[in-house]
């Protein structure tokens, strides 16, 4: 008979080693091949941020994915630990040394596949391929992936070759810092893992899952401010609603994204 006072073991658990001190760490488990976020970055205390809130930091903390910060500071030149300095040419501002973030995603790499279809390594940069919901598809069937954060003016460009290190933006727009955007992306590719929504037809109708934005949506009360639900949405004809949430999209992206509503278009010509 086993004490009820023993710890078990857990086979579905794995454990990581850390640079970072354990007690410094909220401890979660994390199921056994579990997918993996890896965040190299200056501000690791960023991190979980809004991640660690409602279903992602549920799924979190259930160990369906995990979150592992590697810190620039650590592997910094000199006794200041310096991680930038001037860019080569002259300019503004300060560039990443490329000796300092290869130390970095050498420690992020510990564990994981070389094989970057498996396992990417991806430059938040505002000069990257835009995001979008198929890069999040794509990334949540990976293993996990690594988040090279970038500050100042930028990365040194030989880091980024030596490594294969792929170049994501979240928009055309210049942030600070890449943590917002490696929070935004995390976010968009966790969603997509199973068990973290619980729903899986809900992935299926949101915006841009079909090349098309999302239909209105509406709840309670059936009337407010002299605004009703459409009645189509009442009817309880199932096929009638489909019809009307698939013109919906259609009007909503060929009015606000014209340059979306032009590929769907395109491939949808034939059908």
């Known amino acids: ?18 640079i970072k001190p354990r007690e410094l760490m909220t401890a979660t488990p994390r199921i056994k091949g579990a997918w993996c976020a890896k965040i190299v970055t200056l501000f690791p205390d960023a991190f979980p941020g809004t ?3 409602s279903l992602t930091g549920k ?3 259930e160990g369906l994915w995990a979150l592992e910060t590697i810190d620039f500071r650590p592997f910094g030149i000199g006794k200041h630990r310096n991680v930038d300095d001037n860019p080569a040419g002259g300019g503004a501002g300060m560039v990443l040394r490329a000796d300092v973030v290869a130390a ?8 994981t596949p070389k094989d970057r279809a498996r396992w990417p390594v991806i430059y938040l940069s ?11 598809r794509r990334l949540s069937a990976a293993d996990g992936i690594t988040l090279l954060c970038g500050r100042f003016e930028g990365v040194d460009q030989r880091v980024l070759d030596h490594y294969v290190v792929e170049e994501v933006s979240l928009g055309d727009f210049v942030l600070t810092g890449g943590e917002i955007a490696a929070q935004a992306m995390i976010d968009a590719t966790v969603r997509l893992l199973p068990g973290v929504l619980g729903n899986a037809a809900s992935t299926e109708e949101e915006s841009h899952s079909h090349g098309l934005l999302e239909h209105p949506q ?11 639900i459409p009645p189509v949405l009442m009817s309880g004809h199932h096929g009638e609603i489909a019809k009307w949430r698939r013109a919906e999209a259609e009007k909503l992206t060929r009015e606000r994204r014209p340059d979306l509503w032009n590929t769907y278009a395109k491939h949808n010509s034939g059908r």
């Open 59 to 61: 799924a979190l903390q």
């Open 126 to 136: 505002p000069r990257g391929k835009p995001f979008d919901q198929a890069t999040a």
């Open 218 to 228: 509406y709840t309670r009360p059936a009337v407010w401010e002299g605004r009703e």
């Open 1 to 18: 008979m086993s004490d009820p006072d023993k710890p078990r073991s857990h086979g579905r658990l794995a454990i990581s080693a850390s």
């Open 104 to 111: 970095a995603l050498d420690e992020a790499a510990i564990g």
């Open 51 to 53: 991640l660690g809130l």
